[in-house]
C-alpha cells in the first residue's frame, strides 16, 4: 500500500517525535487523519463518532509513540488503535443505540465499470452495509480493511494481529457470507 | 442450484488478480499469489461450473461497487478543526498527566529487563524501610510494650512475681503482693536455680527503665 519513500518519512516523523518535536506528530495528524477518520466513520457509521474515535486514536498515538518499537509500520499501528477504539466505542456507546441505518446521505454511489453491478440503488448500499454489520468482529474488519482501505493480507494480519491465513480465511468467509446473505 | 466444492480461496485470489492493478497485486502478500498454472486450472473450472461462474461475478461485483462507494468529502476547515481538536485534548491530558503515567512510560521505554528489576527492588526495599522506620523509631514512642500504661506494667511485674512465688515460694497471690520489692527481682546468683526468662528480664529493664524516667 505504502511505498518507500512514505515508510522513511513516517521513520523520520518518529525519530523527530522522539527527538521533541511536536510538529512531527502535528504532520503525522496531517498525513493519517483522513484515513482514520473515514475508516472509522465506515465502521461506526456516526460522523460525531468517527470525530470522537480519530481524535482519541491520535491521543493515543501520542501517548503510545514513545515506546512504539517500530516493529511494524506506522500506519498499521494506527489502524490497529482506531479499530481498537472503534470496536471500544461501538460496545460502549452504540450498542445500546445501534444505528440500524446507514447514513446515506454522506453516500455518494460512484460511476462504476463492473460488468455485473449489484449495487445500484442507496437502497442496495444500505442492504449490503446492514449485512457487513452482522459479520463477527474479525471478519467485518478483515472486509473492510481489504475493500476499503486496499491493504494487503499481510498488513491485515499485522493490524489485527494474527496470520495471514487467518486473515485470508477471514476475508473469505466474509465473503461468502455477504454473498449468500445477498442473494436470500 | 448446487454449491460446487470447488476451493472458494483460490477463485478470490484469482478475482483479486483479475481486479488489482499489476502494482497493486505486486505488493500483495505470496499468500495471494497464484502461478500460471493454476490460473488456467480456474479459468477452466469457471468456463464449466455455473455456480462458481455466479459466485466469481458476485464477488468482483461486489468489490467493485463497494469500492466505489464514496464517502463524501470534508473541506479543509473540518481537518483544521479535527486536528486542533486533538492537540487541546492532548493539552489537557498532559495537564492530567499523574506521575504514575509518566512512571509507565519510563517503564515500558525501557529496554533493559535488569535496569527495570533493579529500579523496581529499589522502590520496594525504599518503602519496606520508609514503613519499618515509622513502625519502629529508635527514640520514639513506638518501641513494643511503650504503649501500654503504669498499671499495664504493675499487673505485668505482679504477674511476674505470681511467677515466681508459684515457683518457689508456694504462697498465694495476696501474699505474693504483699511481699518486699525484692521479691519481684529475684535475681538468682546460681545459674543452674535461674528462674529469670528472657522475658522476665525485658519487664524488670522496663521498670527499671520506668523508674529511671520517674527520677528525673
Request: charged share 30%; net charge negative; with cysteine.
Amino acid at each position: 500500500m505504502k511505498d518507500t519513500k512514505d515508510n522513511l518519512s513516517d521513520s523520520f516523523l518518529i525519530s523527530e517525535f522522539l527527538n521533541g518535536d511536536d510538529d512531527a506528530f502535528s504532520s503525522i495528524v496531517d498525513k493519517y487523519q483522513r484515513k482514520i477518520y473515514y475508516l472509522t466513520l465506515r465502521f461506526l457509521k456516526n460522523e460525531e463518532a468517527a470525530q470522537e474515535v480519530t481524535q482519541e486514536t491520535f491521543i493515543k498515538l501520542y501517548q503510545n509513540l514513545k515506546v512504539f518499537k517500530g516493529k511494524s509500520n506506522l500506519y498499521t499501528y494506527i489502524y490497529r488503535i482506531a479499530i481498537n477504539n472503534c470496536k471500544n466505542y461501538y460496545h460502549k456507546e452504540l450498542k445500546s443505540n445501534p444505528i440500524s441505518i446507514y447514513d446515506i446521505g454522506q453516500l455518494e454511489l460512484a460511476s462504476s465499470n463492473s460488468p455485473f453491478k449489484i449495487l445500484k440503488t442507496k437502497e442496495d448500499i444500505t442492504r449490503v452495509s446492514e449485512i457487513i454489520d452482522r459479520l463477527p468482529h474479525k471478519q467485518k474488519t478483515t472486509f473492510m480493511l481489504r475493500v476499503f482501505e486496499d491493504l494487503s493480507f499481510k498488513e491485515i494480519a499485522n493490524v489485527m494481529g494474527f496470520s495471514i491465513n487467518s486473515a485470508l480465511v477471514n476475508y473469505h468467509i466474509a465473503i461468502k457470507k455477504i454473498i449468500k446473505e445477498w442473494g436470500k | 442450484m448446487m454449491e460446487c466444492k470447488f476451493n472458494k480461496i483460490e477463485l478470490i485470489k484469482y478475482a483479486e488478480l483479475k481486479r488489482r492493478d499489476s502494482f497493486a497485486y505486486a505488493q500483495d502478500d505470496s499468500a495471494m499469489l497464484i502461478d500460471n498454472e493454476k490460473k488456467n486450472i480456474i479459468e477452466q473450472h469457471l468456463k464449466s461450473c455455473p455456480s462458481c461462474q455466479e459466485f466469481f461475478e458476485a464477488y468482483q461485483s461486489l468489490v467493485v461497487d463497494l469500492k466505489n462507494v464514496k464517502l463524501k468529502e470534508k473541506d479543509e476547515d473540518f481537518w483544521a478543526e479535527m486536528k486542533a481538536s486533538v492537540f487541546e485534548r492532548l493539552s489537557e491530558k498532559e495537564m492530567k498527566s499523574t506521575l504514575l503515567t509518566k512512571i509507565k512510560l519510563w517503564f515500558a521505554s525501557q529496554k533493559n529487563i535488569f535496569v527495570k528489576i533493579l529500579v523496581t527492588s529499589s522502590f520496594v526495599f525504599f518503602l519496606i524501610s520508609f514503613y519499618l522506620s515509622i513502625q519502629y523509631k529508635p527514640n520514639g514512642n513506638n518501641l513494643p510494650f511503650t504503649h501500654l500504661s503504669d498499671s499495664d506494667i504493675d499487673m505485668m511485674l505482679i504477674y511476674n512475681g505470681k511467677y515466681i512465688e508459684s515457683q518457689n515460694l508456694g504462697t498465694d497471690k495476696t501474699e505474693q503482693l504483699d511481699e518486699s520489692p525484692d521479691l519481684i527481682s529475684p535475681v538468682s546468683t546460681d545459674k543452674n536455680d535461674s528462674i529469670i526468662s528472657p522475658e522476665d528480664e525485658f519487664y524488670l529493664e522496663l521498670l527499671n527503665a520506668k523508674e529511671l524516667i520517674a527520677s528525673l
